[in-house]
T-cell receptor, first 113, second 110 residues
């Protein structure tokens, strides 16, 4: 099955700085890579995803990059704000189907005012 | 449109007791999932149902059973609860590739 490694496990930045979270995956057939954000005590919610036919996708202050050759993808948050503080999870499909995901262990991002 | 709902929100069990966690969705999802979330472990898939009438094991199925009662409802049963099953349980449904999560059930097994 798919193996997803996520780093770092915790990340602390100053407001306005950038944050980068990286994930690697093992199944070269994987073609869909979502990122979920989970605020304290809340449910995970999709914030951005990327498919294997593109190398980068942006949505305002967040972006995701994908390197299929190296089998890694990254989440980039620019101009961080305190409301970006949360746990972020990457995921990749397992078993050859996009509807079954393997999640990374998560990154706790803290943005200090 | 409530999305994905779960009951109960909180539950405390004694070792050996049984219980069923309920999940319902009104978003016409075909696929539904049960995850558990433990500190530092991310979201681990317990069971999933790709469509009404089918269920399959995920990464950590031992000690659990599921029922896809109809397209809307997907329940998770603990037959004999153990302290290792203390966790937060999330149900989810899929529309397209996006998974929509319920609010979670915090379960403590003493």
């Amino acid at each position: 099955g798919e193996n997803v490694e996520q780093h770092p496990s915790t990340l602390s930045v100053q407001e306005g700085d950038s944050a980068v979270i990286k994930c690697t995956y093992s199944d070269s057939a994987s073609n869909y890579f979502p990122w979920y954000k989970q605020e304290l005590g809340k449910r995970p919610q999709l914030i951005i995803d990327i498919r294997s036919n593109v190398g980068e996708k942006k949505d305002q202050r967040i972006a995701v990059t994908l390197n299929k050759t190296a089998k890694h993808f990254s989440l980039h948050i620019t101009e961080t704000q305190p409301e970006d503080s949360a746990v972020y999870f990457c995921a990749a499909p397992s078993g050859g189907s996009n509807y079954k995901l393997t999640f990374g262990k998560g990154t706790l991002l803290t943005v200090n005012p | 449109n409530a999305g994905v709902t779960q009951t109960p929100k909180f539950q405390v069990l004694k070792t050996g007791q049984s219980m069923t966690l309920q999940c319902a969705q009104d978003m016409n999802h075909n696929s539904m999932y049960w995850y558990r979330q433990d500190p530092g472990m991310g979201l681990r898939l317990i069971y999933y149902s790709a469509s009404e009438g089918t269920t399959d094991k995920g990464e950590v199925p031992n000690g659990y059973n599921v029922s896809r009662l109809n397209k809307r409802e997907f329940s998770l049963r603990l037959e004999s609860a153990a302290p290792s099953q203390t966790s937060v349980y999330f149900c989810a449904g899929t529309r397209g590739d996006e998974q929509f999560f319920g609010p979670g059930t915090r379960l403590t097994v003493l």
